[in-house]
């Protein structure tokens, strides 16, 4: 029932389905730009690095059945006052966590407080303004993994039924969780439950039983939200998840050619379907969620959505660093070969809007909260 609906949310039918609809041109732009604020990671500040063409920022999600309102970063913090929301998985992860702090610093600057691992891969802000934390949590499977190295195995070793205690272990400390994986499931690597191994994807040389990568998102998603829930029921302590959904790159011909994503526009409805892989890795995520939520009535204080956001993702192209992942790569002139970061999002860009609707979800909340208090 689940895989047959597009909508961002299931609960009911009066809810908004913001994922169906389509992107119309907007003069307004966002609210800040690749100078305004510090966090943006190097490779997705498009206009620092010297992206000619600016269209891409002049472009709103219009929901076909509802309105999508503007962000406004003062309501979020509001919501957010005395609180903890941790941004928890891969890459995509620290992307729409960046672009929320962005503009969320549009009002209100927050402090770095802490910073640790490779690229500052954990990281946390304080916006003294609201006595709120944001943080980010690398875990590209939120299972407990292996990842590959230059000096060790070229495959990722997955442990699927335990979840990775990098940020599970400050559980008691968060009041709201985003999670956010997808692309890492992508690489070869092998699967474990318990002590066995359960099989591998693209393992050649190891005598192990390919089996894919599908059936080991859904168990790591399974494990991921049925650990939140027993951990936050188990303390007393409400939790609010919100799972975004799986983000489409936009690669034409091989991956490291100039022009590997050189759209300027959005798709039109219809023009790009959302199929194969991409609605694939979407719905696995979308029906755990579904079913987790059946789960979670018996666990006071735990609300969780998913956030779909593949669909307008998907009609998005022309959002994507390009080959302004590097600065200036064409200064010299077009050379043979020029990588492109066709994955990740510019910021400002699209991937604004998915705070968007975060935000929307946030008021559901807390609009069903509110009446319950009445």
Not at 97 to 108: D, G
Not at 127 to 132: A, Q
Not at 294 to 309: N, W, Y
Request: charged share 25%; aromatic share 10%; glycine share 8%.
């Amino acid at each position: 029932m689940v895989a047959e609906k597009e909508g961002a949310f299931h609960e009911s039918s009066s809810s908004c389905d913001y994922t169906n609809g389509k992107w119309v041109h907007d003069k307004q732009g966002p609210l800040y730009n690749g100078t305004s604020c510090g966090t943006i990671k190097e490779g997705q500040n498009c206009i620092s690095h010297g992206r000619p063409d600016l269209g891409f920022l002049q472009w709103r999600w219009k929901p076909t059945q509802c309105s999508l309102p503007r962000f406004d970063p003062n309501t979020f913090l509001q919501l957010i006052r005395n609180k903890h929301i941790a941004f928890v998985g891969d890459s995509m992860a620290r992307n729409q966590l960046e672009s929320l702090l962005c503009m969320l610093a549009s009002v209100s600057p927050p402090n770095l407080i802490y910073k640790n691992g490779e690229d500052n891969k954990f990281r946390r802000w304080h916006f003294p303004s609201h006595n709120t934390n944001v943080s980010v949590y690398w875990s590209p499977f939120l299972v407990h993994g292996i990842e590959k190295s230059n000096n060790g195995p070229n495959h990722n070793k997955l442990y699927l039924d335990r979840v990775d205690e990098r940020w599970a272990s400050d559980l008691d400390k968060i009041d709201q969780v985003v999670l956010s994986i997808g692309h890492w499931f992508l690489h070869p690597a092998v699967y474990f439950e318990g002590n066995s191994v359960l099989g591998c994807h693209y393992c050649p040389g190891l005598n192990h039983t390919e089996i894919g990568f599908y059936d080991v998102l859904r168990k790591a998603v399974k494990t991921t939200l049925k650990t939140i829930m027993e951990r936050s029921g188990a303390k007393g302590k409400g939790i609010d998840v919100v799972l975004t959904t799986f983000s489409p790159a936009h690669f034409e011909g091989e991956w490291d050619k100039a022009g590997a994503c050189p759209k300027t526009r959005p798709y039109n409805e219809g023009e790009m379907l959302l199929q194969g892989m991409n609605a694939d890795m979407r719905k696995i995520e979308v029906e755990e969620v579904e079913s987790a939520k059946e789960k979670a009535k018996r666990f006071l204080g735990f609300r969780l959505e998913a956030l779909d956001v593949t669909k307008l993702s998907l009609m998005r192209p022309d959002g994507h660093p390009g080959p302004y992942m590097h600065p200036f790569p064409f200064a010299n002139g077009v050379t043979e070969r020029v990588q492109n970061d066709c994955v990740h999002w510019c910021l400002p860009g699209p991937i604004d809007t998915w705070n968007e609707i975060l935000l929307e979800v946030m008021k559901k909340w807390d609009q069903g909260q509110s009446r319950k208090e009445e």
